[in-house]
């Protein structure tokens, strides 16, 4: 089973960039879909940005046009590029992986936005 660790999160201003990492162990090929989520305080988890074994991705409307998911199966990783951020980004973010007999999740990394 994949294992995920995710780093790079922390505190920035509005309008500023932040780049999330997430590492793999294991059999990445495992996972048909890689991607972040967040969750805010009071709010459901939902899903940020993912990418499928040949890196397609597909974004939230929120954060389309600001954010980028890359995945590098040679490398394990998957990480998410956060641009012109805003307040409501602020949450918890989550690296996981979807395969066909389970579903994990990294231990999660805070991201805090300034206004």
């Known amino acids: 089973q994949v294992q995920l660790v995710e780093s790079g999160g922390g505190l920035v201003q509005a309008g500023g960039s932040l780049r999330l990492s997430c590492a793999a162990s294991g059999n990445i090929f495992s996972c048909y879909t890689m991607g972040w989520f967040r969750q805010a305080p009071g709010k459901q988890r939902e899903a940020v940005a993912t990418s499928g074994t040949d890196g397609s991705p597909n974004y939230a409307d929120s954060v389309k046009g600001r954010f980028t998911i890359s995945r590098d199966n040679t490398k394990k990783t998957v990480s998410l590029q956060m641009n012109s951020l805003k307040p409501e980004d602020t949450a918890v973010y989550y690296c996981?992986?979807?395969?066909?007999?389970?579903?994990?999740w990294g231990q999660g990394i805070q991201v805090t936005v300034s206004s």
């Open positions: 996981n992986c979807r395969a066909d007999l389970y579903v994990t």
